[in-house]
Protein backbone atom coordinates (compact mmCIF):
# COMPACT_ATOMS: atom_id res chain seq x y z
CA UNK A 1 0.00 0.00 0.00
CA UNK A 2 1.66 3.38 -1.02
CA UNK A 3 1.83 6.11 1.65
CA UNK A 4 -0.80 7.96 1.08
CA UNK A 5 -3.22 5.61 0.78
CA UNK A 6 -1.89 4.17 3.93
CA UNK A 7 -2.27 7.85 6.05
CA UNK A 8 -5.60 7.72 4.68
CA UNK A 9 -6.54 4.54 5.58
CA UNK A 10 -5.40 5.35 9.23
CA UNK A 11 -5.91 8.78 9.60
CA UNK A 12 -8.80 10.39 7.70
CA UNK A 13 -12.23 10.23 8.91
CA UNK A 14 -15.07 10.16 11.19
CA UNK A 15 -14.60 8.66 14.41
CA UNK A 16 -17.52 6.38 13.06
CA UNK A 17 -15.30 5.98 9.67
CA UNK A 18 -11.90 4.41 11.34
CA UNK A 19 -14.25 2.28 13.39
CA UNK A 20 -15.36 0.81 10.23
CA UNK A 21 -11.66 0.83 8.62
CA UNK A 22 -10.44 -0.94 12.21
CA UNK A 23 -13.08 -3.85 11.59
CA UNK A 24 -12.35 -4.18 8.29
CA UNK A 25 -8.50 -4.30 8.57
CA UNK A 26 -9.61 -6.68 11.46
CA UNK A 27 -11.14 -8.80 9.04
CA UNK A 28 -8.77 -8.53 6.08
CA UNK A 29 -5.28 -8.57 7.32
CA UNK A 30 -4.22 -11.54 6.90
CA UNK A 31 -3.09 -13.80 10.27
CA UNK A 32 -3.04 -11.17 12.71
CA UNK A 33 -4.93 -13.18 14.96
CA UNK A 34 -2.42 -16.30 14.73
CA UNK A 35 0.91 -14.46 14.42
CA UNK A 36 3.06 -15.22 18.02
CA UNK A 37 5.32 -12.24 18.05
CA UNK A 38 2.03 -9.78 17.86
CA UNK A 39 0.07 -11.54 20.08
CA UNK A 40 2.79 -11.56 22.68
CA UNK A 41 3.02 -7.91 22.24
CA UNK A 42 -0.73 -7.65 22.22
CA UNK A 43 -0.12 -9.35 26.44
CA UNK A 44 2.43 -6.95 26.89
CA UNK A 45 0.58 -4.11 25.81
CA UNK A 46 -2.51 -5.64 28.00
CA UNK A 47 -0.68 -5.79 30.77
CA UNK A 48 0.82 -2.34 30.98
CA UNK A 49 -2.92 -0.97 30.12
CA UNK A 50 -4.21 -2.66 33.05
CA UNK A 51 -1.57 -1.43 35.37
CA UNK A 52 -2.61 1.85 33.98
CA UNK A 53 -6.61 1.45 34.03
CA UNK A 54 -6.08 0.58 38.04
CA UNK A 55 -3.86 3.43 38.53
CA UNK A 56 -6.28 5.63 36.89
CA UNK A 57 -9.09 3.82 38.91
CA UNK A 58 -7.03 4.26 42.17
CA UNK A 59 -6.96 8.47 41.49
CA UNK A 60 -10.71 8.66 40.62
CA UNK A 61 -10.25 9.80 36.98
CA UNK A 62 -13.20 7.59 35.27
CA UNK A 63 -16.06 9.60 37.50
CA UNK A 64 -13.90 12.93 37.29
CA UNK A 65 -13.58 12.93 33.46
CA UNK A 66 -16.72 11.78 33.19
CA UNK A 67 -18.62 14.29 35.17
CA UNK A 68 -16.28 16.76 33.22
CA UNK A 69 -17.09 15.89 29.99
CA UNK A 70 -21.02 15.95 30.77
CA UNK A 71 -20.30 19.78 31.96
CA UNK A 72 -21.25 22.35 28.66
CA UNK A 73 -18.54 22.08 26.19
CA UNK A 74 -17.73 18.30 27.18
CA UNK A 75 -14.49 19.13 28.97
CA UNK A 76 -11.24 17.27 27.87
CA UNK A 77 -13.15 14.35 26.70
CA UNK A 78 -15.20 16.47 24.34
CA UNK A 79 -16.75 15.17 21.09
CA UNK A 80 -13.86 16.90 19.86
CA UNK A 81 -11.92 14.45 21.44
CA UNK A 82 -12.91 11.65 19.45
CA UNK A 83 -11.39 12.57 16.27
CA UNK A 84 -7.67 11.85 18.28
CA UNK A 85 -8.87 8.13 17.60
CA UNK A 86 -6.98 6.69 14.41
CA UNK A 87 -7.66 3.05 12.96
CA UNK A 88 -4.59 1.58 14.16
CA UNK A 89 -5.28 2.32 17.48
CA UNK A 90 -9.21 1.48 16.98
CA UNK A 91 -7.56 -1.79 15.92
CA UNK A 92 -5.04 -2.59 18.54
CA UNK A 93 -8.61 -2.23 20.91
CA UNK A 94 -10.22 -4.84 18.51
CA UNK A 95 -7.27 -7.30 18.69
CA UNK A 96 -7.80 -6.95 22.11
CA UNK A 97 -11.40 -7.90 22.49
CA UNK A 98 -12.67 -4.48 23.43
CA UNK A 99 -16.11 -4.24 22.49
CA UNK A 100 -16.17 -0.58 20.92
CA UNK A 101 -19.40 1.35 19.69
CA UNK A 102 -19.37 5.03 19.06
CA UNK A 103 -22.26 7.06 20.20
CA UNK A 104 -22.87 9.31 17.31
CA UNK A 105 -25.71 11.19 19.69
CA UNK A 106 -23.21 12.21 22.65
CA UNK A 107 -23.23 15.54 22.35
CA UNK A 108 -20.44 17.73 23.84
CA UNK A 109 -19.11 14.22 25.05
CA UNK A 110 -16.49 11.96 23.25
CA UNK A 111 -18.94 9.40 21.65
CA UNK A 112 -16.15 6.47 22.85
CA UNK A 113 -17.18 7.74 26.58
CA UNK A 114 -19.01 5.63 28.75
CA UNK A 115 -20.61 5.92 32.13
CA UNK A 116 -17.74 5.24 33.94
CA UNK A 117 -14.92 6.40 31.66
CA UNK A 118 -12.93 5.51 28.52
CA UNK A 119 -14.66 2.60 26.60
CA UNK A 120 -10.84 2.55 25.78
CA UNK A 121 -8.39 -0.30 27.05
CA UNK A 122 -5.92 1.14 24.59
CA UNK A 123 -6.40 5.34 24.33
CA UNK A 124 -5.50 7.74 21.96
CA UNK A 125 -1.96 8.90 22.76
CA UNK A 126 -3.07 12.50 23.36
CA UNK A 127 -5.20 11.29 26.22
CA UNK A 128 -2.53 9.38 27.78
CA UNK A 129 0.04 12.56 26.86
CA UNK A 130 -2.87 15.23 28.95
CA UNK A 131 -3.38 16.12 32.11
CA UNK A 132 -6.05 18.61 33.13
CA UNK A 133 -5.60 20.96 35.97
CA UNK A 134 -8.66 19.25 37.96
CA UNK A 135 -6.31 16.29 37.75
CA UNK A 136 -2.87 17.99 38.19
CA UNK A 137 -4.51 20.10 41.01
CA UNK A 138 -6.45 16.92 43.02
CA UNK A 139 -3.39 14.10 42.41
CA UNK A 140 -1.10 13.05 44.99
CA UNK A 141 2.31 13.39 43.07
CA UNK A 142 3.25 9.83 43.55
CA UNK A 143 -0.06 9.27 42.14
CA UNK A 144 0.59 11.29 39.07
CA UNK A 145 4.47 9.88 38.95
CA UNK A 146 3.33 6.63 39.01
CA UNK A 147 0.25 7.54 36.29
CA UNK A 148 3.53 8.87 33.94
CA UNK A 149 5.23 5.95 34.32
CA UNK A 150 2.19 3.73 32.97
CA UNK A 151 1.47 5.41 30.47
CA UNK A 152 4.79 5.49 29.48
CA UNK A 153 5.15 2.07 29.41
CA UNK A 154 1.64 1.75 27.92
CA UNK A 155 2.77 4.07 25.11
CA UNK A 156 6.03 2.56 23.99
CA UNK A 157 4.56 -0.69 23.66
CA UNK A 158 1.64 0.47 21.18
CA UNK A 159 4.39 2.56 19.26
CA UNK A 160 5.81 -1.00 18.16
CA UNK A 161 2.10 -2.32 18.16
CA UNK A 162 1.34 0.31 15.42
CA UNK A 163 4.81 0.17 13.48
CA UNK A 164 4.44 -3.61 12.97
CA UNK A 165 0.75 -2.91 11.78
CA UNK A 166 1.76 -0.36 9.72
CA UNK A 167 4.56 -2.39 8.18
CA UNK A 168 1.46 -5.25 7.32
CA UNK A 169 -0.13 -2.36 5.83
CA UNK A 170 2.79 -1.29 3.83
CA UNK A 171 3.43 -4.66 2.18
CA UNK A 172 -0.12 -5.27 0.69
CA UNK A 173 0.87 -5.26 -3.02
CA UNK A 174 0.82 -1.84 -5.15
CA UNK A 175 -2.98 -1.78 -6.13
CA UNK A 176 -4.21 -4.66 -4.57
CA UNK A 177 -7.49 -3.77 -3.01
CA UNK A 178 -6.94 -2.61 0.55
CA UNK A 179 -9.20 -4.63 3.56
CA UNK A 180 -12.32 -2.12 3.89
Given amino acids: ?11 DGTPMDKL ?10 PAMEHDPCLQAELQQLRR ?11 MHLGPLCSGCAAQPGGGCCSAFM ?6 LQLLINLLLDVPLAFDAY ?3 SCGFLGPRGCRFLIKPIFCLNYNCSHIL ?27 SLIERLRRLPHGSPAPF
Fill in 20 to 29: ARARALLAGL
Fill in 82 to 87: AGNSDA
Fill in 48 to 58: HAELLDEQMRA
Fill in 137 to 163: NSADPADLTLLYQRSGAVLSCQTRIET
Fill in 1 to 11: MDNTRLLQTCY
Fill in 106 to 108: SGD
